[in-house]
Structure formats: C-alpha cells, structure tokens
C-alpha cells in the first residue's frame, strides 16, 4: 500500500521497521546506488547498517573534507597547524613581533611581511628556520634578538605564522599563478581514459578554462557538488541533481529528482513537479535507487595522484 503524503514529516514513531537498507557506492561509471527496504515488523528492531540518511550525509561530509584536503595537497598546502599551538603562538606574536611584523604578520612599519617570507614558509611550522632568526635576531637590520624563547614557544609561534600563510595561500594571494604546472598532454592522456565517458573537450567542457579562474576550476573538476563549497560554486546544475526510482510491489514505478530520504521514507519531485513520499513502513517490499550523477568524481578524487592533479588542470587549462 503506498502512501502518499504531500508535506515533510518525521516519523520518529514507534513501530521502526526493520529497513535493511544500504548504500553502496561502487566504482563504476554509472552509479547506482540500490537501497531496498525489506518488509519488517512493527515494532521490531531498528535499522542495524548504515542508512541511507546516515550515508548520504556521511558521505556528504565526507567529499567536503576531502575536496578541502584535495585543495590543501594540489596547493602542496601541507598539514594545517596543530590549532591550540597555533594559538598560543598568535598570543606571543601578537604582544612580542606584533608591533613590528603587524599582528596579522602581514607587515608593519618596522618589520616586513611574514606570511610572504622565505624563512618562513620554508620553515612549515617547524620553528628551525624562525628559531634562529627570532633567538639571533638580525643585528643592525632592525630585528632585535630574543635569545630567551623556549623551543616550545618558537614551535607555538611557527605554528601560527604556517596557518598565515596557508590562509594566505588558500585565498590564492600568490600560488595562483602557480598551479598550473603540469604536463598537458598526460593530462589529456588521463582526461581520455577517466573523463571522456562523460565529458567532451568540444563539447560541454569547451572553453571551461574561460568559465573558471585555475582555482576555481580545480575545484570543479575535484568535486562539481555546489553544497560543498557554499557561496563559492555556481548555481545547482540539473545536470548535477540526484534521481531517484521507486518500485512498489504492485509494479508501480515513479522516478524523479530525489528531494528528501531517510531511514523511513523517501521523497521525490517527478516531471510534472508533483512530489511524492513513500514511508517504507507502509509499503513492504519497496525498492528505492538512487542515481547520483557525481559519484564518479568521488572514486576519482581518491584515485588522483598529485600529478594527475596538475596535469588534468594544465590539460583543461588550454580549453580556452
Ligand atoms: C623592532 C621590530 C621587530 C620586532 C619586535 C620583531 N621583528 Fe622580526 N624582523 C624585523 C625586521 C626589520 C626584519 C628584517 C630584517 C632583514 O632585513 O633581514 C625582521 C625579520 C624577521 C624574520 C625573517 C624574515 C625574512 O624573510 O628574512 C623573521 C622570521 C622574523 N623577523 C620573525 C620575528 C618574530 C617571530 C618576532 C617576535 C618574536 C619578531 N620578528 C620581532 C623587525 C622586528
Ligand atoms: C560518470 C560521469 C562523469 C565522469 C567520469 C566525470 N565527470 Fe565531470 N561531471 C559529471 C557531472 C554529472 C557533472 C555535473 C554537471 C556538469 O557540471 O557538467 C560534472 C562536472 C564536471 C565539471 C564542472 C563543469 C562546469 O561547467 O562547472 C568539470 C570541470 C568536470 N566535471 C571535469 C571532469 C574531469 C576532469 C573528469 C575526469 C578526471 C570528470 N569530470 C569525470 C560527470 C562526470
């Protein structure tokens, strides 16, 4: 019996079925995600795999973590600084070089910019290129000595000058024109064997390199999903939007763009714009698929290797 409701509601009353319900992600070019919710008793017991809520925010949170540390290692970022060091060492700086250097370390009237120094972005936090500087000082250069920092406070003050300069480096202040330093042609090479399935230089994908500054392009190719990086992507493609097929066990069929699911119903907007909701506890033996149309580029963003990275960019870079 498939019930039809036409607002949102939770359904956090007893009688839970037992919703065998699981989301795989497997690594093929045309994802299908199956989730079939078995018949179950009332009040019997609650769903003991992970379910299709559960995964689908999981692996929502997830592809953002690992677009930010895809980003860190194409920027060749580097582990952020431990956070509590880090800000230890912004109070030591701010009171000690703060005045020089600018509290920010962004320069000052007595000191120069920090966050875009050698010294220190060779240093990566460590405190053994700023240790000697701070502990020596630069004698008739205008950096007094400050021979009585611990190893530990000069660690706690690198710690804070590396989160500068990644934030630095995140707001693209100078690796910009860095970035795109791989080989073109193997990424082309990589584009024919991994893109072309679904993409098209000529087609979709021509003049990409226009649309998009290198950053925000890598971004795009790293994981296209806007609700990743809120305010920074383009508007929702449709293109982009999960569909959903459910089967009920009287053979009706209804698909459409998947707009809500959860442990205990799911909900979808078919053609016309009608929504539909099922709730799995009323309709034994439902079949629920989902189709996300960027699955792909999760399994590929955990098979890039660093130079797959550059190449790919160098390759959609000459899309212009
Ligand atoms: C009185 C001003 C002053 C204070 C206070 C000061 N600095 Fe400096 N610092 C300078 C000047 C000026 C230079 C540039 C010296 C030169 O030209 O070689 C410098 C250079 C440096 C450099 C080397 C930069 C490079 O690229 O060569 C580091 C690192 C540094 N300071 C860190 C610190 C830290 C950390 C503190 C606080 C513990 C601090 N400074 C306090 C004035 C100051
Ligand atoms: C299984 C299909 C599939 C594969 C394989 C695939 N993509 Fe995508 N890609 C999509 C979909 C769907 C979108 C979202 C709709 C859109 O923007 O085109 C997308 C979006 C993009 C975008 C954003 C386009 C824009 O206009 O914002 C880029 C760039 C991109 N993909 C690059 C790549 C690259 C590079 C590869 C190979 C390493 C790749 N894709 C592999 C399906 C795929």
């Given amino acids: 019996m498939a019930i039809r409701i036409w607002a949102m509601c939770f359904l956090l009353a007893a009688g839970i079925s037992a919703v065998q319900a699981q989301q795989q992600n497997s690594p093929t070019a045309d994802q299908q995600t199956t989730q079939s919710a078995t018949s179950g008793e009332k009040g019997g017991t609650p769903p003991n795999k992970s379910s299709p809520e559960q995964s689908a925010q999981q692996s929502q949170a997830r592809s953002s973590e690992e677009v930010r540390e895809a980003i ?80 530990d406070q000069i660690h706690d003050i690198a710690q804070f000058l590396l989160g500068r300069t990644q934030a630095a480096a995140n ?49 795009r190719f790293l994981y296209p999903g806007n609700s990743n990086r809120p305010g920074m992507g383009p508007p929702p493609d449709p293109r982009a939007e999960k569909h959903v097929t459910v089967t009920l066990p009287s053979g009706g069929v209804y698909s459409g763009v998947l707009v809500h699911i959860d442990d205990f119903s799911v909900a979808l907007r078919d053609s016309s714009g009608a929504y539909r909701s099922w709730i799995y506890n009323d309709v034994k033996g439902i079949l629920v698929e989902v189709h996300d149309p960027l699955a792909q580029h999760l399994v590929l963003l955990h098979q890039y290797s660093n130079a797959d990275m550059h190449n790919l960019l160098a390759y959609l870079e000459t899309l212009k």
């Fill in 72 to 151: 860190r290692k194409f920027l060749a970022i580097g582990a952020p600084p431990n956070p509590q060091a880090a800000k230890r060492g912004q109070a030591i700086f701010v009171s000690t070089c703060g005045f020089c250097h600018g509290p920010n370390a962004t320069g000052g009237a007595q000191g120069p910019n920090l966050v875009r120094s050698t010294v220190v972005l060779h240093d990566q936090g460590t405190g053994k290129d700023i240790g000697p500087v701070v502990h020596n000082g630069r004698p008739g250069k205008g950096m007094p000595s400050f021979p009585n920092f611990t190893d």
């Fill in 171 to 219: 707001r693209m202040d100078y690796t910009i024109q860095n970035i795109v330093t791989g080989d073109p042609r193997a990424g082309q090479t990589y584009f024919q064997a991994h893109c072309s399935s679904c993409h098209s230089p000529a087609g979709d994908l021509a003049r990409i390199a226009k649309k998009y500054d290198p950053v925000s392009l890598e971004g």
